[in-house]
């Protein structure tokens, strides 16, 4: 019983010292340093009245982040300290490791907001998902549905190709996706017929592009067939843009009309790896576990999305988090477009 006590109270230490590493990178203090000039500026008023609106808006959002989490945190300590409390008294920890872990997910679904608060586009988002092999499309959009309800998201769908139905709703040629399907369509053409294995998805509604966004890369599925539990089967997610509503230089832009791309090799790099039955998910590397289960992917996404996050902060390209196919490829063409006009005027 005592070494099983200690075990309890290493874990519980475990948490905390997990949570005050959080805490401390450097994007949290962005949070709070905003916090303390916004509480300045309104201080001031000397404003009009849409900006100071706008200065509350922002000040409220960053203190119920910064409070949500630092309330979960606090839960995490005074669990440390009761089982100290306890384990020097001789008496059971009774639970005190469960809650910890309870608080722990807390504080990361918290936590995970603090951190990407800096980030000023949060509620919209486009993304592309390829299927190349036309088996995990609706393991991930189908739950996806569901979550986008609960969180009073909306989504909107565009498949890969032309259909009757374009033409009818005169949307234009030169467009290498449909016309804007619903989340209804999605749900009973995609989801759960599986007619399609590429769909553009926009999504608009408080912090779907924040959460959203971090599904960009390869997914990997492992046992997701029961007739064939040893075939692994893909998804090739793309961050186009963080923006819902596209123009028409979006749609014709090369991200856009590019062709789907191949199918993973065998070991080559995922953003997450899921096994049917398991409860974890495996994101970027092997040692980056989130306990989560599978059924769990969405209602929990935030800690999935803060151990990605935190992946990004230690190979040290935060900046390319939120960063859409779309602007990196415009980035690329005006660093070109640059390089020729300085290539032009080095000449005689």
């Known amino acids: 019983a005592g070494r099983r006590a200690l075990r309890g109270v290493s874990a519980v230490a475990a948490l905390r010292r997990d949570a005050d590493e959080l805490a401390g990178i450097d994007q949290a203090s962005w949070a709070r340093d905003q916090l303390s000039f916004l509480r300045s500026?309104?201080?001031?008023?000397?404003?009009?009245?849409?900006?100071?609106?706008?200065?509350?808006?922002?000040?409220?959002r960053l203190d119920r982040i910064l409070r949500a989490s630092e309330a979960a945190r606090g839960e995490i300590?005074?669990?440390?300290?009761?089982?100290?409390?306890?384990?020097?008294?001789?008496?059971?920890?009774?639970?005190?490791?469960?809650?910890?872990?309870d608080a722990m997910g807390r504080f990361r679904r918290a936590f995970y907001y603090v951190a990407t608060a800096y980030q000023p586009v949060r509620d919209t988002c486009t993304m592309a998902i390829f299927d190349p092999e036309r088996s995990c499309l609706p393991l991930w959009l189908g739950p996806l549905l569901d979550e986008a309800e609960r969180r009073s998201w909306e989504i909107v769908v565009h498949v890969r190709g032309r259909t009757a139905e374009d033409d009818a709703m005169g949307w234009p040629a030169d467009r290498a996706w449909s016309g804007p399907r619903s989340a209804e369509f999605a749900r009973q053409r995609i989801a759960e017929a599986g007619l399609h294995d590429a769909v553009l998805l926009r999504a608009q509604g408080r912090d779907a592009g924040l959460l959203l966004a971090m599904e960009d890369g390869i997914h990997r599925f492992l046992r997701h067939d029961a007739e064939h539990p040893d075939r692994v089967g893909h998804l090739v997610l793309k961050l186009m843009t963080m923006r819902a509503e596209l123009t028409d230089d979006d749609w014709t832009s090369e991200p856009m009309r590019a062709p789907p791309p191949e199918r993973p090799r065998p070991g080559q790099a995922a953003t997450r790896t899921r096994e049917a039955g398991e409860d974890h998910v495996l994101v970027h590397e092997?040692?980056?576990?989130?306990?989560?289960?599978?059924a769990e992917y969405w209602p929990r996404f935030e800690e999935i999305a803060l151990e990605d996050?935190?992946?990004?902060?230690?190979?040290?390209?935060?900046?390319?988090?939120?960063?859409?196919?779309?602007?990196?490829?415009?980035?690329?063409?005006?660093?070109?477009?640059?390089?020729?006009?300085?290539?032009?005027?080095?000449?005689?």
């Open 77 to 101: 300590h005074a669990a440390e300290e009761l089982a100290l409390t306890a384990i020097f008294a001789g008496e059971e920890l009774r639970g005190l490791s469960d809650e910890a872990a």
């Open 286 to 294: 092997k040692d980056r576990l989130v306990e989560v289960p599978y």
């Open 309 to 348: 996050f935190r992946y990004h902060v230690a190979v040290d390209n935060v900046e390319l988090i939120f960063k859409g196919h779309i602007e990196a490829w415009r980035a690329q063409q005006a660093a070109r477009a640059v390089a020729a006009e300085d290539g032009e005027g080095d000449g005689p």
């Open 41 to 60: 500026q309104l201080a001031a008023a000397d404003m009009s009245a849409r900006e100071i609106v706008s200065l509350r808006s922002e000040h409220h």
